[in-house]
Antibody, heavy 119, light 113 residues
Framework: EVQLVESGGGLVQPGGSLRLSCAAS????????MSWVRQAPGKGLEWVAN????????YYVDSVKDRFTISRDNAKNSLYLQMNTLRVEDTAVYYC????????????WGQGTLVTVSS | DIVLTQTPLSSPVILGQPASISCRSS???????????LSWLQQRPGQPPRVLIY???NRFSGVPDRFSGSGAGTDFTLRISRVEAEDVGVYYC??????????FGQGTKLEIK
């Protein structure tokens, strides 16, 4: 069974940093693109970033470019999101997702971790 | 960037009756490889999203056959043939043809009347 478990969320002040982690199990992690998708409280879904199987290709939504960095450690079956210079508008539940190549959609999702940016 | 517009934003439905949600794209979603990467996701209250439909009309593993997708180019529809109580939630269309970014519609809330 595919399992994705996010951690690392919490309360941070504007301008601060946070690192999210996602522990993957139940599938061969190194074979899949991975994604971060976020959802602000009471709002819709927003794709944040994708990373290729070997970590050599990464894509970001414009609003987080130069502030967020997606990375992965295939030996540890883990996905990360380093978030710097956080803004109030980054407040959201952040979901880790396994990308379904061929389907071209996030096919498996974690339960999410809440990031709150507030003074 | 692509804009996906869903209608209606809220849909009160009687149990056992059909429901449909429309998703209109600001540009054609036909990819250069010939596929159309338009998906539908369901988010039940308090849950992460899950995939219902991919590439317009293909049901994902485990999705009941009362869910169906159709459309082409810029206009797409998700239909539920007979709404059940467990179908309550928010439904999103998503396109992956013109990435980055991948774009979601604003969501349609399905509720029981």
């Amino acid at each position: 069974e595919v399992q994705l478990v996010e951690s690392g969320g919490g309360l941070v002040q504007p301008g601060g940093s946070l690192r999210l982690s996602c522990a993957a199990s139940g599938f061969t992690f190194s074979n899949y693109w991975m994604s971060w998708v976020r959802q602000a409280p009471g709002k819709g879904l927003e794709w944040v970033a994708n990373i290729k199987q070997d970590g050599n290709r990464k894509y970001y939504v414009d609003s987080v470019k130069d502030r967020f960095t997606i990375s992965r450690d295939n030996a540890k079956n883990s996905l990360y999101l380093q978030m710097n210079t956080l803004r109030v508008e980054d407040t959201a539940v952040y979901y880790c997702a396994r990308w379904g190549s061929g389907y071209e959609v996030p096919q498996n999702w974690g339960q999410g971790t809440l990031v709150t940016v507030s003074s | 960037d692509i804009v996906l517009t869903q209608t209606p934003l809220s849909s009160p439905v009687i149990l056992g009756q059909p429901a449909s949600i429309s998703c209109r794209s600001s540009q054609s979603l036909v990819h250069s490889d010939g596929n159309t990467y338009l998906s539908w996701l369901q988010q039940r209250p308090g849950q992460p999203p899950r995939v219902l439909i991919y590439k317009i009309s293909n049901r994902f593993s485990g999705v009941p056959d009362r869910f169906s997708g159709s459309g082409a180019g810029t206009d797409f529809t998700l239909r539920i043939s007979r709404v059940e109580a467990e179908d309550v939630g928010v439904y999103y269309c998503m396109e992956a043809t013109h990435f980055p970014p991948y774009t979601f519609g604003q969501g349609t809330k399905l509720e029981i009347k």
